[in-house]
């Protein structure tokens, strides 16, 4: 899917999920999804993005496949650039740090994620980067 797509399909979900409360939109399958808040690393601006999610101790855990494309999402960069963000659950929303899992803990969310939609899988096989995992944490 095209960057455009993307942003297209993901602002009809975060509308909707919005003015649901997350009853609309709030799950994809088995799946969980939050609505995800970044500062744009260039425009300064609040960026928001529909995700699926695991919980991840006291927070989520979120994948940056972008479908298996050869470049990072746009919002995975955003936190690269400051980790610090909003997670929206259902009205609820938190304020949240961001850090890359790493090893074994990498592999144990990647596998809770695929389990809830075996997409992750195929994107992994589309791509040669090395897909992050992104623990959002509660920011005291």
């Known amino acids: 899917m095209t960057d455009r797509g993307f942003r297209i399909l993901g602002a009809i979900h975060k509308r909707v999920y919005r003015l649901t409360g997350g009853k609309v939109g709030g799950r994809i399958g088995k799946a969980k999804v939050l609505l995800l808040t970044t500062t744009g690393r260039k425009s300064g601006r609040p960026r928001t993005q529909p995700l699926l999610c695991a919980k991840a101790g006291d927070g989520h855990a979120v994948i940056a496949s972008k479908g298996g494309a050869a470049q990072h999402p746009l919002w ?21 740090r961001a850090r890359d899992a790493q090893g074994e803990e990498r592999e144990q969310l990647w596998r809770a994620l695929a389990d809830l939609y075996p997409g992750y899988d195929k994107y992994a096989q589309k791509t040669s980067r090395n897909i992050p995992v992104v623990v959002l944490e509660p920011d005291a």
């Not at 995975?76 to 949240?96: D, F």
């Open 76 to 96: 995975y960069l955003n936190l690269q650039a400051n980790p610090q963000a909003e997670v929206t659950i259902g009205r609820e929303t938190r304020h949240v």
